[in-house]
């Protein structure tokens, strides 16, 4: 049996399903959080450990006698935060180093690419085994559009005719489980996609399907979508971010379909539609 395995982020999106899937193997991984009363499903089943990456002292008592990192940065300060993390690991003797990273890092074409390639680049020069998973938009960002698929039967974005293969959160955590405890995947970068490339409309399509009635994608120009994700309280340099991410993605730069996931899973990536179906209470 593997060693400990260190989960950041725990509580988010993809290291939620990292840790409620390893969990489900057998494993008790142990968890760096900020908050551990949003850990509560995880008591009793993983040890938890008050902090964070930008804490030395917590990030040294989380690193002891550990052997494999799941690494997750999390919002503006992601590439220094993480860049901590990976030089306590090195310190604290981890062996492998799993990066959660984005589609193109190695390219550095996108803002949040050139945020992930160095911490990439560190890790690779860090002596540590390492693993980068590059996966792009996940399906569960259509939560953030909740509000007005309820209030309006629509949801708004600047992508215009522009396709993703936008992935389950479910399968980046079922690869990275399969990579943290399974031999054979140093040294290697994984991109992940969904089983289909979709624009706004398809997706809203298939919104349609699931909830028995109309939900519709609004093509909105850059500017629009700027104001309003600065007046959520969005940071500047994150919403700047966001919006090369979607320009990137009206171009029809994100549209690539790997088959990484089916040949690592040895089952076929899960569709937006099948994810619909399993969130649809959310959106009614």
Not at 72 to 77: M, T
Not at 170 to 186: F, Q, S
Not at 214 to 228: G, I, N, R
Request: hydrophobic share 45%; charged share 25%; net charge positive.
């Amino acid at each position: 049996m593997a060693g400990t395995i260190l989960v950041t982020g725990a509580t988010g999106t993809i290291g939620g399903e990292v840790t409620r899937q390893l969990i489900a193997a057998g494993v008790r991984p142990r968890l760096l959080v900020r908050d551990p009363a949003k850990a509560r499903e995880f008591e009793g089943k993983a040890d938890i450990v008050k902090g964070d990456l930008g804490d030395p002292a917590s990030l040294e008592r989380a690193m002891k006698g550990v052997e494999k990192l799941f690494l997750v940065g999390s919002g503006v300060d992601g590439q220094v935060l993480e860049a901590k993390a990976v030089d306590a690991a090195k310190k604290a003797g981890v062996r492998h180093v799993v990066k959660l990273s984005v589609l193109g890092a190695e390219e550095e074409a996108i803002t949040f690419a050139r945020w992930h390639r160095p911490v990439e680049k560190q890790v690779e020069a860090s002596g540590l085994a390492w693993t980068h998973l590059r996966p792009i938009n996940f399906m569960s960002n259509m939560l953030g559009n909740i509000g007005s698929i309820k209030g309006q039967g629509a949801f708004y974005e600047p992508t215009g005719e522009g396709k993703t293969s936008v992935i389950d959160p479910a399968d980046v955590g079922a690869v990275a489980v399969k990579v943290l405890t399974e031999p054979g995947h140093e040294g290697k970068a994984y991109t992940l996609t969904g089983p289909e490339a979709l624009s706004g409309a398809e997706q809203a399509a298939a919104l349609t399907k699931v909830l028995g009635r109309e939900v519709k994608c609004v093509d909105v120009p850059p500017d629009a979508a700027k104001q309003a994700m600065a007046g959520s309280g969005m940071p500047p340099v994150y919403v700047d971010a966001l919006l090369d991410l979607l320009a990137a993605m009206k171009a029809g730069r994100t549209a690539r379909v790997t088959d990484t996931v089916p040949k690592l899973l040895g089952r076929k990536a899960g569709t937006f539609e099948d994810w619909a179906r399993r969130h649809a209470a959310a959106f009614k």
